[in-house]
């Protein structure tokens, strides 16, 4: 029974791709993949493709790309699919009622924590500037309400002190897609029971905004890590130094209270460091405007000036 289901597959960014690729490699058929419109890109406005849709042309699969599902021509055209089931990867639209109730087996998604913790857009991020050990995937029940679905499997992933929100997403990406694949068989012979969510434990992420990767240098040193992490690559954190956005693209916490909060200072072998509210950033990886990134004894040498100066929070 499994081999001849049929799967329409709803994803945009590169998170969602190892699921696609997972999902053309097994014993199902993906009848088509809906992604989010291409969107003109630089001074040419040439039209950037998702990752989803890249992969989904590479493989020959039929690709669709909307708008939203307000339109019920849209609704029409993908029951006429016939799917047995929607899997979901960081699509980009909600679902309305007429699209979760066309597949008899629902429509499932993958979401880059353990729900019902970091439900929302951002969870990633959320887990690291939390400080959380871990975090995880969970392959749910889509419902009206966003990630609050009944959960169907889940798996713990270690969030590594060098992890920033680029290589976490890397791995959640991998582990949701094996997850999907071992959880699909279970889930097509109806033996596997949907745990509803603790409402009481929730908790919800928000969306981000270029503004947020600010440098606060009044805050604790391990606080402006976990940001720096967070951040990267997107919105990334910034300060200003002579006029200038310098981007702190790698840095480490360190104890110490000598200088002041905002001054650059030396830490020997060609180390630097900020003063911040409590404790020392060791600056690693540094980007000033117009400059490549560069590591922190590079960017010394041609910016000799840069210890003792002071860090400024906006421009």
């Not at 047995?84 to 008899?104: R, W």
């Not at 959380?132 to 889509?142: C, Q």
């Not at 959960?151 to 997403?169: F, K, M, N, W």
Request: aromatic share 6%; net charge neutral; glycine share 8%.
């Amino acid at each position: 029974m499994a081999s001849m289901m049929n799967i329409v597959f709803m994803g945009s960014p590169a998170f969602a791709v190892p699921a696609l690729k997972e999902l053309v490699s097994s014993e199902y058929d993906v009848v088509a993949v809906y992604t989010q419109p291409d969107k003109p890109v630089g001074r040419g406005r040439i039209a950037s493709l998702t990752a989803v849709k890249r992969v989904a042309l590479e493989h020959g699969l039929e690709v669709r790309q909307v708008q939203s599902f307000a339109d019920a021509g849209t609704i029409a055209s993908l029951a006429r699919l016939n799917p047995d089931v929607i899997v979901v990867a960081a699509f980009g639209h909600i679902l309305p009622p007429q699209v979760l109730a066309i597949p008899p087996f629902g429509c499932i998604n993958l979401h880059p924590s353990l729900l019902p913790r970091y439900r929302g857009p951002t969870p990633i991020p959320a887990a690291i500037l939390s400080g959380d050990e871990y975090t995880g995937a969970t392959i749910m029940v889509v419902n009206q309400r966003i990630d609050s679905g009944p959960i169907l499997t889940q798996r713990r992933v270690d969030i590594a002190p060098e992890d920033t929100t680029g290589s976490l997403t890397t791995k959640l990406a991998q582990v949701a897609a094996h997850l999907l694949i071992e959880t699909l068989p279970t889930w097509f012979s109806r033996s596997l029971a949907p745990q509803t969510q603790r409402e009481e434990d929730a908790t919800y992420s928000k969306l981000l905004s270029k503004k947020e990767g600010e440098i606060d240098w009044q805050l604790p040193a391990l606080d402006i890590w976990r940001r720096v992490r967070a951040f990267y690559p997107w919105p990334g954190c910034y300060t200003t130094w002579q006029g200038k956005v310098l981007k702190i693209v790698e840095g480490i916490p360190l104890p110490g209270e000598l200088g002041e909060t905002g001054i650059v200072l030396s830490l020997g072998r060609g180390e630097v460091g900020v003063k911040c509210g409590e404790g020392i950033l060791s600056l690693l990886r540094l980007q000033l405007e117009g400059r490549s990134e560069m590591d922190a004894e590079e960017f010394l040498r041609g910016q000799r000036n840069f210890i003792g100066a002071r860090l400024h929070n906006s421009k």
